[in-house]
């Protein structure tokens, strides 16, 4: 037996929290201005190690935010500095990350439609590993220290590059949210049909 169409709204209301709706939904208004754009690009060069800067960022993931950490199913029995560094998945996940993001800084050009079906699709991958949007608060203030803690200068890393950094997150956050819901849908879909 099949749930009527006001049952499925309801369930698909309930799924979806609110709230973090609000602070990633891909909105006109969360566009950066072009000096906001130069400021990450500007910023991002100043990131000289790739590697390490992404681990840093995984490290402070799983030491800071113990309670997502399980999200990352090869964490749960990472404890400190140098477990977390030595361990190979978290390299690849620190790796992939560090990859999309210089991409993603590279590539963004305000001028240009900006393609970002392989950040929605990278969400729908992420629904499927447990991922879900409140999650990526935690990564944006992982990200936010790190910079901040790697530039190392008030001047350069100012209260206007913050702001601009939380931007150009919140667009990349909104993509994966978009990719995330998809594939939520797509599986509240599924489980519709098949109690049918
Ligand atoms: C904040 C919460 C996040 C969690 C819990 C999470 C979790 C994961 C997990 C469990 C994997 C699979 C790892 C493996 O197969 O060994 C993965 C892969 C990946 N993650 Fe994340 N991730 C998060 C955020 C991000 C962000 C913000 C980005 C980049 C914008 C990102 C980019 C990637 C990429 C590129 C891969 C590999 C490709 C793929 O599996 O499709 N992740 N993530």
Redesign the pocket.
């Known amino acids: 037996m099949g749930c009527t169409q006001s049952e499925f709204v309801s369930l698909l209301t309930n799924t979806l929290n609110s709230t973090h709706i609000n602070r990633y939904k891909n909105t006109e208004q969360a566009e950066l201005t072009v000096n906001q754009l130069d400021s990450v690009k500007s910023t991002w060069k100043l990131i000289k190690n790739h590697k390490d800067f992404g681990l840093m960022i995984m490290e402070r993931m799983f030491l800071k935010n113990s309670e997502?950490k399980h999200?990352?199913i090869?964490a749960k029995d990472l404890n400190t500095e140098e477990e977390i560094r030595k361990n190979l998945?978290t390299i690849?996940?620190a790796a992939?990350?560090m990859e999309?993001?210089n991409k993603l800084v590279n590539l963004y050009d305000l001028h240009k439609p900006n393609d970002f079906k392989e950040i929605t699709h990278?969400g729908k991958?992420?629904f499927d590993?447990g991922?879900r949007p409140s999650?990526?608060e935690?990564?944006e203030e992982c990200l936010i220290y790190c910079l901040e803690k790697e530039i190392n200068d008030d001047k350069l890393f100012d209260i206007k590059t913050k702001t601009s950094w939380k931007k150009f997150f919140i667009k990349?956050a909104s993509k994966?949210t978009e990719g995330i819901y998809l594939a939520e849908i797509d599986e509240l879909n599924t489980i519709n049909k098949c109690i049918k």
């Open positions: 997502i999200k990352w090869f998945q690849y996940h992939k990350i999309m993001f990278l991958n992420h590993y991922v999650d990526f935690h990564f990349i994966l």
